[in-house]
């Protein structure tokens, strides 16, 4: 997603103790639970797994989300050269 000026976000993930985790260049969330949280960023899909994750604050406008919780991984999955026009972002993901 670009920003009014047309220009990439910068994707920046600040994270503190394994407890609380700033993240920027968000595009969207697709999914999220008490143990994961998908999301789609600049760099690619964006999988944060762990327990009693909650998404504290969610501005997409601005692309930032807050999670906080017991984070135990973030993976990420490069799927944006992949895949057809029209195939879904969670086909393409768990191809």
Same mark, same amino acid.
């Given at each position: 997603?670009?920003?009014?000026?047309? !220009?990439? +976000?910068?994707?920046?993930?600040?994270?503190? /103790?394994?407890?609380?985790?700033?993240?920027?260049? !968000?595009?969207? @969330?697709?999914?999220?639970? !008490?143990? =994961? !949280?998908?999301?789609?960023?600049?760099?690619?899909?964006?999988? *944060?797994?762990?327990? =009693?994750?909650? @998404? /504290?604050?969610?501005?997409?406008?601005?692309?930032?989300?807050? @999670?906080?919780?017991? *984070?135990?991984?973030?993976?990420?999955?490069? @799927?944006?050269?992949?895949?057809?026009?029209?195939?879904?972002?969670?086909? +393409?993901?768990?191809?």
């Amino acid at each position: 997603m670009e920003d009014l000026n047309g !220009i990439s +976000r910068m994707h920046k993930v600040t994270m503190t /103790n394994r407890k609380t985790c700033t993240l920027n260049g !968000i595009n969207d @969330v697709l999914s999220f639970d !008490i143990h =994961e !949280i998908l999301l789609e960023t600049e760099q690619g899909m964006l999988m *944060i797994k762990g327990d =009693e994750l909650h @998404v /504290n604050r969610l501005t997409l406008d601005k692309g930032e989300v807050d @999670v906080e919780g017991k *984070i135990d991984s973030l993976t990420y999955s490069d @799927v944006s050269g992949s895949g057809q026009k029209g195939e879904s972002l969670l086909t +393409r993901l768990f191809r």
